[in-house]
C-alpha cells in the first residue's frame, strides 16, 4: 500500500472512530471538556491502529481545522469547487463549527454592544460633568457676589470709622468711656441726668441768643444770655 492510500485510509479511520464518540467532537457534550476522556480516546486509538497517540490528536486537528476552511468556501457560493475528499464524511461536524460561528459573531455582537454602550455612558458622564461644572460656575458667581458685597460693606464701615476718628467731638466723648465705666450703677445714672440737664440747658440758651441778636456769635458770654432774657 502506498503511503497516500495508507494515510487515506487512516483518515477515514480517524473520523470514522470520532464520529462515534461525541464526546471528543461535540462542544456541548457534558465530557467534551475533560481532558482525561481525550487522553484515554487516543491512547485506545493508538493501540489500536499501532500509530503514535500525537501523531492521530495532530491529524484529527488538520483534519478539524481544514474543514471549516473548505465549508466556509461551500458557503460562499463555491461549493462546486470543492473537492477535498473528506468533505463529505465530515459532514456531521458541521453543526458545530456553524454553532461556533454563530457563537462568535454573538460575542462579536455582544462586544459591540458593550463598546456601543461605553460611548453612551461615556456621553453620559461628560452630560453629567457639563451639568457640574454649570454649577460649580453658578456657585462660584454667588461666592463672588456676596464677597463684593462683604467688600462694599467693609470699605463702607472703614470710611465711617475714618470719619469719626476725625471729628473731635467724637473722639472726646470716647476719651471719657474709660472713666464712665469705673463709675457706679448709681453714679452712671446720676452723670447721666445731669450730662442731659446740660445738654438741654445749652440748647434752650442758643435758642434765646438767636432770638435776641440772630448774628450774634455763639461764643456769647451767659452774663450776656441772661441779660438778653431779662430784657424780654
Not at 493501540?47 to 483534519?63: E, F, I, P, T, Y
Not at 462546486?80 to 462579536?108: C, H, M, N, P
Amino acid at each position: 500500500m502506498s503511503v497516500r492510500a495508507y494515510t487515506s485510509n487512516l483518515c477515514h479511520t480517524i473520523i470514522a472512530r470520532v464520529k462515534e464518540r461525541p464526546e471528543i467532537w461535540q462542544f456541548s457534550h457534558p465530557l467534551y471538556s475533560k481532558r482525561i476522556v481525550h487522553k484515554q480516546f487516543w491512547e485506545e486509538q493508538a493501540a489500536d491502529l499501532g500509530v503514535n497517540a500525537k501523531v492521530l490528536k495532530q491529524r484529527w486537528k488538520h483534519l478539524r481545522d481544514q474543514y471549516r476552511k473548505e465549508l466556509k468556501r461551500a458557503m460562499e457560493g463555491n461549493k462546486e469547487k470543492v473537492t477535498w475528499q473528506y468533505f463529505k464524511a465530515l459532514s456531521f461536524f458541521k453543526g458545530q463549527i456553524l454553532r461556533e460561528r454563530d457563537g462568535e459573531q454573538a460575542i462579536a455582537a455582544a462586544l459591540e454592544a458593550e463598546s456601543s454602550d461605553e460611548e453612551d455612558e461615556g456621553l453620559q458622564k461628560t452630560s453629567r460633568l457639563d451639568k457640574a461644572k454649570k454649577r460649580d460656575s453658578v456657585k462660584l458667581n454667588i461666592i463672588l457676589k456676596r464677597l463684593n458685597q462683604t467688600k462694599s460693606l467693609l470699605e463702607a464701615k472703614t470710611k465711617e470709622n475714618e470719619a469719626r476718628n476725625a471729628d473731635p467731638d467724637y473722639m472726646f466723648l470716647v476719651s471719657l468711656l474709660p472713666s464712665f465705666k469705673q463709675l457706679t450703677e448709681v453714679q452712671k445714672l446720676q452723670l447721666r441726668g445731669k450730662i442731659n440737664s446740660w445738654l438741654l440747658d445749652a440748647l434752650t440758651v442758643k435758642e434765646y441768643v438767636n432770638v435776641c441778636d440772630p448774628d450774634n456769635d455763639d461764643d456769647m458770654p451767659v452774663m450776656e444770655i441772661i441779660k438778653c432774657e431779662d430784657s424780654d
